[in-house]
């Protein structure tokens, strides 16, 4: 089936401070996984599944980087297809036009050769909401004449699931649906006993008679907590009477529509305006083309659900727990590979663990300890460093006697000697005076961006309290309400065909 792939890159709220929205950070997509921008993740999974074009939608601010990272995967991609290159020159080819971003260290194995290059296309594009996006696309005639059917894919996602399980899925969806969005569930071992890190939301669907999964209406956490209750429509209940609410359904942000849709849009035109678009996040869209399925009195088209197996991974890198902990998923992977190969110790070399990764031109000291971690390129670490459970980033001076546990340091830090920290965030180009004891903390420069924060008597750095994992969900994850409407009260959800129970 002919496909188009259109790649959401968010600015990233819930990565600050490393993320575009510090003048200090990079953008979302390039941010890096085992030493590999995200976004490559994602172009990896698209040649997979040999889609038409991929449209790759960021903000105006940070597209020049990221067609700069789009054109250097795609020579690397060229260079794999013809057979003439060597990959540790196209590894290094590859940190280098990720800057600040991505290392260029071997990076977990991805996709084989392709025959083909796909076309990957930048559009610049800043909106308050990405349902503008939709909008967008749908008043583009150019777009529609060429696109049978599309697919929408967050820039933050990374797999082992092949694209061609999603599009069977699709192909063989019931005639009534026009699209498929994509759910999961969390596999990652991370504590949220509050659920701060995954959202607790609640799905509504439901099993048809052919097997697939419908659903039917989506609603917030936040929403629910506010009025205390969750309301359920009668006709949606008598529609389907053996629906499921789930907690455990995280959004993927992978959704798979026909241009039915785009005729949907134009027949219900009152309701589609590009105020409503404006006002809303994809998912929100997607919510409420779902409940044309059950608010009418003759039943109309549907969205589909499909949940990700769980035999397979799937993950977000959305927010700092994950995208620290998806930098480990693949150091434990890396560490069963590499058990087989025991390397005997030097006495006073660096010692650098089976499950920790290190960037090209990076320089250990004597007596250095390096577990479970991955440390960019180009970075200057002293002697007796230990760093355990970190991510490192580009360009980071390390000096002696330092101690990182369970750390994210952003690109052009310099720590000085003897520092301590533990469980701490340090800004980019941020600089750490010589024996700072620090944990728990959110460590910033010193910079009108955080004028309110409270600033340090020493003036080197600004220090915000407590782990940045407070941040509940990314800005572009479709999970915040716009502030101006209530999840029961809006233009889907009236009472024209009177079959509302109120």
Same mark, same amino acid.
């Given at each position: ?16 401070? /490393? ?39 960021? +903000? ?19 260079? #794999? ?31 084989? +050769? ?27 005639? +150019? /777009? ?11 820039? $933050? ?15 063989? &969806? ?25 959202? !607790? ?21 936040? $929403?629910?907590?506010?009025? !205390?209750?969750?309301?359920? &429509? ?13 907690? =455990? ?12 849709? /785009?005729?949907? *849009?134009? #027949?219900?035109?009152?309701?589609f305006t590009e105020l409503y678009f404006q006002k809303r996040e994809v998912g929100k869209v997607i919510r409420d083309l779902a409940r044309r399925s059950w608010r009418h009195s003759q039943q109309k088209e549907t969205i589909g659900i499909m949940i990700v197996p769980s035999e397979a991974t799937f993950f977000r890198v959305n927010n700092l727990p994950v995208w620290m902990e998806a930098n ?14 025991? %390397?005997? #110790? ?24 390096? !577990? ?10 002293? =002697? =007796? ?7 490192? @980033? ?16 952003? %690109? ?6 003897? +520092? =301590? ?11 750490? *005076? ?26 080197? /750095?600004?220090? @915000? ?33 009177g079959l509302f129970a109120y």
């Amino acid at each position: 089936m002919d496909f188009t792939a259109i790649v959401f890159c968010g600015k990233g709220k819930a990565l600050v401070p /490393f993320s575009e929205l510090r003048s200090t950070g990079v953008p979302k997509a390039l941010l890096p996984v085992a030493n590999k921008s995200i976004l490559s993740y994602v172009l990896d999974w698209c040649q997979m599944a040999f889609f038409s074009k991929i449209i790759v939608v960021t +903000s105006e601010e940070s597209a020049e980087l990221v067609q700069s990272e789009i054109d250097i995967y795609q020579s690397i991609m060229r260079k #794999k297809s013809s057979g003439s290159s060597d990959t540790h020159d196209i590894a290094a080819a590859a940190g280098a036009g990720a800057g600040a971003g991505a290392g260029a260290a071997s990076s977990p194995p991805s996709s084989s +050769s392709a025959p083909s290059i796909i076309p990957i296309e930048v559009m610049p594009f800043t909106a308050e909401h990405n349902g503008k996006i939709i909008y967008n696309l749908c008043k583009n005639t +150019s /777009f529609r004449s060429k696109t049978r059917n599309f697919i929408l894919l967050p820039c $933050d996602f990374i797999t082992n699931l092949p694209p061609q399980v999603l599009l069977e899925a699709f192909k063989n &969806r019931d005639s009534g649906e026009v699209g498929i969005t994509v759910s999961y569930k969390n596999q990652l071992d991370i504590e949220d006993k509050k659920s701060q890190i995954f959202p !607790k939301n609640y799905t509504v669907y439901s099993n048809g008679n052919s097997g697939d999964l419908y659903l039917l209406d989506h609603y917030q956490k936040e $929403d629910i907590d506010k009025s !205390k209750m969750l309301q359920l &429509r009668t006709q949606m209940c008598w529609r389907y009477p053996n629906s499921i609410i789930s907690t =455990k359904l995280l959004n993927s942000g992978i959704f798979l529509g026909s241009n039915e849709i /785009f005729d949907i *849009i134009e #027949k219900e035109a009152d309701r589609f305006t590009e105020l409503y678009f404006q006002k809303r996040e994809v998912g929100k869209v997607i919510r409420d083309l779902a409940r044309r399925s059950w608010r009418h009195s003759q039943q109309k088209e549907t969205i589909g659900i499909m949940i990700v197996p769980s035999e397979a991974t799937f993950f977000r890198v959305n927010n700092l727990p994950v995208w620290m902990e998806a930098n480990r998923h693949f150091m434990k992977q890396q560490a069963v590979q590499r058990s087989q190969a025991q %390397h005997p #110790k030097e006495k006073g070399v660096a010692q650098v663990g089976n499950d920790a990764l290190v960037g090209e031109n990076t320089q250990l000291g004597e007596k250095t300890s390096v !577990k479970r971690s991955v440390i960019g390129s180009g970075c200057t670490i002293g =002697k =007796k460093v230990r760093v355990t459970g970190c991510l490192i @980033m580009d360009n980071v001076v390390i000096e002696d006697d330092v101690q990182l546990d369970n750390c994210i340091i952003g %690109h052009d830090v310099t720590i000085r000697s003897k +520092s =301590k920290l533990t469980n701490c965030n340090v800004e980019s180009t941020n600089e750490i *005076i010589a024996n700072t004891v620090s944990k728990g903390d959110t460590l910033l420069c010193l910079s009108l961006e955080n004028i309110e924060d409270v600033v340090e008597d020493s003036g080197e /750095f600004a220090l @915000m309290s407590g782990s940045s994992t407070d941040d509940d969900t990314d800005g572009d994850n479709e999970e915040h309400s716009s502030g101006e409407e209530s999840e029961y009260e809006d233009e889907f959800t009236n009472n024209d065909d009177g079959l509302f129970a109120y």
